[in-house]
């Protein structure tokens, strides 16, 4: 039986939350039409930055270095960071709320597909 190897899978996820957005936006563009479809590319581009910033705090965290109170502080402001930027897409811009909301949950779908690949991966071996 083989390792787990921590860092590709992470790296899987991201590659696979940026495949999630772009085929999503595909999908709700034909769907919806072109503001449903921007609504979910930019819930999917903060989704992806919310996994990269809890990323960084791991491995900052790991290290047990200096800057991990500085991460920290992002990790705390990282919901008003979202918030405030859905905000922004969904009044200023008037972007369908929904839309936003199903992006946001492209960084847990490709979680979801990242599990499916490990259960398949190590059913066969």
């Known amino acids: 039986m083989s390792s787990f190897d921590y860092d590709r899978a992470l790296t899987r996820i991201k590659h696979l939350t ?3 957005g772009l085929v999503g936006t595909a999908a ?9 479809a921007a609504g979910f590319l930019a819930g999917a581009g903060l989704s992806y930055v919310n996994f990269e910033l809890l990323g960084g705090l791991a491995h900052v965290m790991a290290g047990s270095t200096a800057k991990a109170r500085g991460w920290a502080v992002l990790i705390a402001l990282r919901y008003a960071i979202v918030g405030g930027a859905a905000y922004v ?7 369908t709320p ?11 779908a490709a979680v979801i597909l990242e599990i ?4 398949i991966l190590h059913a066969r071996t």
């Open 116 to 119: 499916l690949y490990e259960l």
């Open 98 to 108: 929904v839309a936003v909301l199903a992006g946001l949950l492209a960084a847990f």
């Open 18 to 20: 940026l495949l999630v």
């Open 28 to 36: 709700v563009f034909f769907a919806r039409g072109r503001g449903a």
């Open 89 to 95: 897409i969904v009044r200023i811009l008037g972007i």
